[in-house]
């Protein structure tokens, strides 16, 4: 079947660490997303990305990286340079257009700064 | 910018009522919307959509919407709720300002009570 998986779970991380959570992709979907979960706050935007080695910042950028070397896959790195990186992150894809239009959203991933 | 607005962040309701949860957009020339779910720790699953046709969309488990472009609107009903439906409910929106990403709303937390 497919679908999107987000590894870990749950990633614990030390203040001034940077850490990468790892999306991935089997629908052969050419746009990608990230996006942050805080309570009462919805999803705030952080980057996305419409085609391979091309992406685009969000609303909320700053103090995150990303990459997009290959169609299924879009990790997001989580720099020490983001002050309150405590959160529920979720990644996305979706066709970039069409009747089908649409994200299928993986799992998510619940980074805790110890 | 854009932006999605839903009105209430709790609608709590008795099993087997009927409800409503609010959604409304910043004006646009076109616009796609899509109502998600989420239920504790995991991603969201898309409820239905609106991207052009009729204006009542009929989604899975019951729901359905109705896109009101006068008022910028695309309110969630079902006509009858159960307790399985208690869940974060989240709108979504494209909008044709050239960035091709969702703006999600804050969420509605629906409280099913017996």
């Known amino acids: 079947d497919g679908g999107i998986t987000q590894s870990p779970k749950y990633l614990f991380r030390k203040e001034g660490q940077n850490v990468t959570l790892s999306c991935e992709q089997n629908?052969?979907?050419?746009?990608m997303y990230w996006y942050r979960q805080d309570p009462g706050q919805g999803l705030r935007l952080i980057y996305y990305s419409q085609i391979v080695n091309d992406f685009q910042k969000g609303d909320i950028a700053e103090g995150y990286s990303v990459s997009r070397e290959k169609k299924e896959s879009f990790p997001l790195t989580v720099t020490s340079a983001q002050k309150n990186p405590t959160a529920f992150y979720l990644c996305?894809?979706?066709?970039?257009?069409?009747?089908?239009?649409?994200?299928?959203f993986g799992s998510g991933t619940r980074l805790t700064v110890v | 910018a854009q932006s999605v607005t839903q009105l209430d962040s709790q609608v709590p309701v008795f099993e087997e009522a009927p409800v409503e949860l609010r959604c409304n957009y910043s004006s646009s020339v076109s616009v796609y919307l899509f109502w998600y779910v989420q239920y504790p720790n995991q991603g969201l699953q898309l409820l239905l959509k609106y991207l052009s046709g009729s204006t009542l969309v009929k989604g899975i488990n019951g729901f359905e919407a109705e896109f009101n472009k006068s008022q910028t609107s695309f309110h969630l009903r079902k006509p009858s709720v159960h307790i399985s439906d208690t869940a974060e409910y989240f709108c979504a929106a494209l909008m044709d300002t050239g960035r091709r990403a969702l703006t999600f709303g804050s969420g509605t937390r629906l409280q099913v009570q017996p």
């Open positions: 996305a894809s979706s066709s970039t257009g069409g009747r089908n239009y649409g994200y299928t």
């Open positions: 629908l052969n979907h050419d746009a």
